[in-house]
Nanobody
Framework: QVHLEESGGGSVQAGGSLRLSCVAS????????MGWFRQAPMKEREGVAG????????YYADSVKGRFTISQDDAKNTLYLEMNNLKPEDTAVYYC???????????????????WGKGTLVTISS
């Protein structure tokens, strides 16, 4: 069983930065992919960034490319999301998620995730 716990959310002004962390237990990189999702009020959950294929391959939503960076510290079993130049439209609850690999890869889709954290709220004011 994989357990995920996010931290690092908060309230900042537009243009500011935050770094989210997700500590994973019961997780192994060889068996699981990990990524970040977010859900804004009255909107569907969407993928933000993730490692879903090879170790050198990352996914970013178009809306965050060039502003967000996903990284992973295997020694600490921790996934990070560095968020820069934040915009009010980035306001959402951010979730860490893990998906079991099938033939070494993952779908990266919200409905494909097997494990979810409880989320951390990010609020960006204009």
């Amino acid at each position: 069983q994989v357990h995920l716990e996010e931290s690092g959310g908060g309230s900042v002004q537009a243009g500011g930065s935050l770094r989210l962390s997700c500590v994973a237990s019961g997780y192994s990189q060889s068996s699981h992919c990990m990524g970040w999702f977010r859900q804004a009020p009255m909107k569907e959950r969407e993928g933000v960034a993730g490692f879903y294929t090879g170790a050198d391959s990352t996914y970013y939503a178009d809306s965050v490319k060039g502003r967000f960076t996903i990284s992973q510290d295997d020694a600490k079993n921790t996934l990070y999301l560095e968020m820069n130049n934040l915009k009010p439209e980035d306001t959402a609850v951010y979730y860490c998620a893990a998906e079991k690999r099938v033939a070494g890869v993952c779908s990266g889709l919200s409905y494909g995730m097997d494990y979810w954290g409880k989320g951390t709220l990010v609020t960006i004011s204009s």
